[in-house]
């Protein structure tokens, strides 16, 4: 990487390699995004897919041009409700609402997944859509491993009891100091 990593990435790394699912609430800017590319090219690796959702379509388009330079063009899809591109690929950005609807009518689409990553996870409080957050997390097959990402999370302990609860072990790894710029 030519640096070192926080105490915070080390300690999610090491939980995700451990078999855990990991909640993620650290400041903006302060690397949460390695996480969830940690664990996308661990499942890269294995031969995998993974599902990398946000709640905006913006944000979908922004993380898949990163993902793309990263991992390759080859490797990364995106599916929004009007987009489509590379839809088979190992690792799709989505919204989050593209998935819950992929579950819910049984596509055959969620072949060979192990891992879903949830990008601003704070969305589960929202009245609007944070019902659709709640079903994907309800709905994914148990063998498929979560990585939640939130700068704004208030109460990580509370929500990663529950998906604890919902989904198996789950590690929350909290770091509030912001990262000086």
Partial sequence: LGFGLDDFQVEAIDAFDDGANVLVSAPTGSGKTL???YAISRVLESGNRA???????????????????????????LLTGDTSVNRDAQVVVMTTEVLRNMLLSDSGRIKGLDLVIMDEVHYLQDPFRGGVW????????????????????????????????????????????????
Avoid: M
């Fill in 134 to 181: 709640e079903e994907v997390i309800i709905l994914t097959p148990s063998y498929v491993r979560f990585v939640a990402l939130s700068a704004t999370i208030a109460n990580a302990d509370v929500v990663g009891a529950w998906l604890s609860e919902v989904r198996g072990p789950t590690s929350v790894i909290v770091e509030r100091d912001r990262p000086i710029t």
């Fill in 35 to 37: 996480v969830a590319n």
């Fill in 51 to 77: 599902f990398y959702t946000t709640p905006l379509k913006a944000l979908s388009n922004q993380k898949f041009a990163e993902l793309s330079a990263l991992f390759g063009v080859d490797k990364v899809g």
